[in-house]
């Protein structure tokens, strides 16, 4: 019996209706398999997977694979975006053993979860070198029959092994000027001069280091840094792995120059660029930036956000061609005679030549995606502006992917933070409402009466599934930008009740931090990583977002948590700065203070406005900024501001030394200058 029907995950329901007899992850399926004396068989996936979608169709839909998996296995299926835990487990596990890692993750367990049998997607047949699906589980069969005593002596090594890993990093000191140069030069190292980014293919987005460019730069002065964080954007923005009609990034590029997505479009992403833009827009006034900032937010808005308020996960990769097969890419490319169907004869040259199409095609069998290859202006942007217009209308006419409902905590934060600051930068107050919306689903469904987070929720409803230390940091982080923004200081009180949460159940000695909470489910290890990947980790998000709240509130305690888990940074950044990106853009706010801004005056008037804005524009790294009227007990920061000479006022500290308040914009704008 399929169990899987019952549960709020989009890919589990995905799995709802195959021959296979899934169980979701929990005691039950553990007990059945030590009832039935077989193993587990944990497959790990998610929604808009493309490799797990294939596998599905070839194994889990197939009759006699699901007859053979039901007979001897008891058979789990995760959403890794639900159980992070469970994912993030079984992964390390699976990246020890066989030196990488991915999705699909399929691993073999005994009845107590220890694993003995790794891999990621097999195939129904052999294939260049990979042993079938069917030949794995006749052998994983053979094995657990024939030979128990020597799986479970694998087994039992794996969890030592994995045991012993736990990290000490932590309470080491923080990292200083010397790191962070060391980091600045390891990216040096890596990164593509020619096609921006760093790395070769697959080439991924790399958000969290640009934002530590931008900051250092911020602090610094250092051109070379402003520079890659410049230039990479750029290389991005008019690649393929950007929607150049309906705007927002794919998950990453398979080529080494940005030109072919995988096609998948997540949350994430997307929050984590739309912010970066933002903010080298506010470094640079570069029209690019500012441009892309605003078509992300826009594509989140239209495409991700759910009647709740708050944002859906991913848009698949695949959809349907228009001819009942689910093809990768269908949505997004397009053909010269496509472009001519839609456009006539000459737009569609002067289209096919402005986005770069050829009659080769740069993806499969002759379909381009679309680029901004040209190094010079646009020689007709009013015409370009229509076949853009023109386009997407054609495009809204194609079958869709399909979208992951379910609101993931973590990444709502990080929206929350995008289109906060995205709207007040650039006179979008629709972003702030949009911004506010989501923050308040999080607190209403996803917050209990004790500040305890649920990790997701769908059609406004929680999910059983705990928060991690990720979905405590990514949101708090997001409440507090929502705070600095709004001048509401309720964000910045649920920023502490989850900082609070986060002091009391993932804190561990000398500051190391642990992914789950002390009192989550016991698993064969306690997570704990670190380094940040396609999101920042929860150590560094936690570690940000109580250095901020420290900032705004005065608390030695969250300051001291702050700087304990930097200790990881001082270790990471100097040796692996690309995965490390965010912990080393919380060093540098560490670094410059962070610098308090107190913006006080009456609501509505035009000089309290401008010198919250021109706070919020201010590039000091992870500066803070809390605005109200005098008086106010909104936010700690107010607190004896008044008013100078009965005008609104701004007030600048550091360090515990504050400059004297102005009520001038060019000065309040000197004391958030870029580097002294």
């Not at 930036?289 to 495409?303: G, L, N, P």
């Not at 409440?479 to 002091?503: C, H, K, N, R, S």
């Not at 009391?504 to 016991?522: I, K, M, P, S, Y």
């Not at 304990?564 to 965010?582: D, E, H, Q, T, Y």
């Amino acid at each position: 019996m399929n169990r899987l029907g019952g549960t709020t995950s989009p890919y589990l329901l995905q799995h709802a209706e195959n021959p296979v007899d899934w169980w979701p992850w929990g005691p039950e399926a553990f007990e059945e398999a030590r009832r039935r004396d077989v193993p587990v068989l944990l497959s790990v996936g998610y929604s808009a997977c493309h490799w797990c979608h294939v596998m599905a169709g070839e194994s889990f839909e197939d009759e006699a694979t699901a007859g053979y998996m039901n007979e001897h296995f008891v058979n789990i299926k995760v959403d890794r975006e639900e159980r992070p835990d469970v994912d993030a487990v079984y992964m390390e596990a699976v990246q020890a053993a066989t030196g990488q890692g991915g999705w699909p993750m399929t691993v073999f367990l005994t009845a107590d979860g220890e694993p003995f049998y790794f891999g990621t997607y097999f195939p129904p047949a052999p294939r260049h070198g990979m042993a079938s699906f069917p030949q794995v589980l006749e052998g994983v069969t053979a094995a657990w029959t024939g030979r128990r005593e020597e799986v479970a002596e694998v087994a039992g090594r794996i969890v030592r092994e994995l045991a012993g890993r736990s990290l000490a990093h932590g309470g080491g000191g923080v990292p200083g000027e010397e790191e962070l140069a060391q980091a600045l030069l390891g990216l040096t190292r890596e990164y593509d001069a020619q096609r921006g980014g760093f790395g070769g293919a697959p080439k991924f987005p790399s958000s969290m280091v640009v934002e530590f460019l931008l900051r250092h730069h911020a602090r610094t002065g250092a051109e070379g840094a402003l520079q890659m964080a410049a230039d990479t954007c750029e290389a991005m923005a008019r690649g393929g792995i950007y929607d150049q009609l309906g705007g927002g990034f794919a998950r990453y590029s398979v080529d080494r120059d940005w030109v072919v997505p995988h096609f998948e479009k997540m949350l994430y992403d997307n929050a984590l660029l739309c912010r970066v833009y933002a903010h080298l827009w506010r470094a640079t006034g570069s029209d690019l930036a500012r441009r892309v900032a605003v078509e992300t937010a826009d594509f989140m808005v239209r495409e991700l956000r759910t009647p709740e308020g708050g944002f859906a996960s991913a848009l698949d990769a695949d959809s349907d061609d228009g001819g009942g097969k689910h093809v990768e890419g269908a949505f997004y490319v397009w053909t010269p005679e496509q472009l001519r169907a839609v456009l006539g004869e000459s737009d569609a040259e002067f289209a096919a030549q402005y986005f770069g199409v050829t009659e080769e095609g740069t993806f499969e069998e002759g379909a381009s995606v679309l680029q901004l290859p040209q190094d010079g202006g646009v020689a007709d942007a009013g015409r370009a502006e229509s076949v853009r217009r023109r386009l997407l209308a054609a495009r809204e006419e194609r079958p869709r992917p399909g979208r992951d409902d379910k609101i993931v905590a973590a990444w709502n934060g990080l929206a929350v933070a995008a289109l906060a600051e995205t709207g007040a930068y650039f006179d979008r107050p629709d972003l702030v409402e949009r911004a506010t919306e989501a923050a308040d689903l999080l607190v209403r469904v996803h917050l209990d009466d004790a500040a305890r987070l649920a990790r997701t929720s769908k059609d406004g409803r929680a999910g059983a599934n705990a928060g991690v230390l990720e979905d405590y940091g990514d949101v708090a982080e997001g409440f507090l930008a929502l705070a600095g923004v709004t001048g509401e200081g309720a964000w910045l009180e649920f920023a502490g009740f989850l900082l609070d949460i986060v002091l009391d159940r993932f804190v561990g000695e000398g500051g190391a931090l642990f992914d789950t909470a002390d009192d989550a489910e016991r698993l064969i290890r306690r997570p704990q990583d670190p380094t940040d990947n396609a999101t920042p980790s929860g150590w560094t998000a936690a570690a940000g977002a109580l250095l901020s709240f420290a900032a705004h509130t005065g608390s030695e305690r969250h300051r001291d948590a702050a700087e304990g888990a930097l200790g990881v940074v001082k270790a990471l950044g100097p040796r692996a700065p690309r995965f490390i990106g965010w912990g080393l853009a919380v060093a540098e706010a560490l670094l410059d203070g962070p610098r308090e801004v107190a913006v006080v005056g009456p609501a509505g008037d035009a000089g309290t406005a401008e010198l919250h804005r021109t706070a919020l524009l201010g590039t000091a790294p992870g500066a803070v900024v809390a605005a109200g009227a005098a008086g106010s007990d909104e936010f700690p920061l107010l607190t004896d501001r008044p008013l100078v000479d009965g005008r609104p006022a701004a007030y600048v500290c550091r360090q515990f030394v504050c400059a004297a308040p102005t009520t001038e914009v060019g000065v309040l704008r000197g004391e958030l200058a870029v580097f002294e």
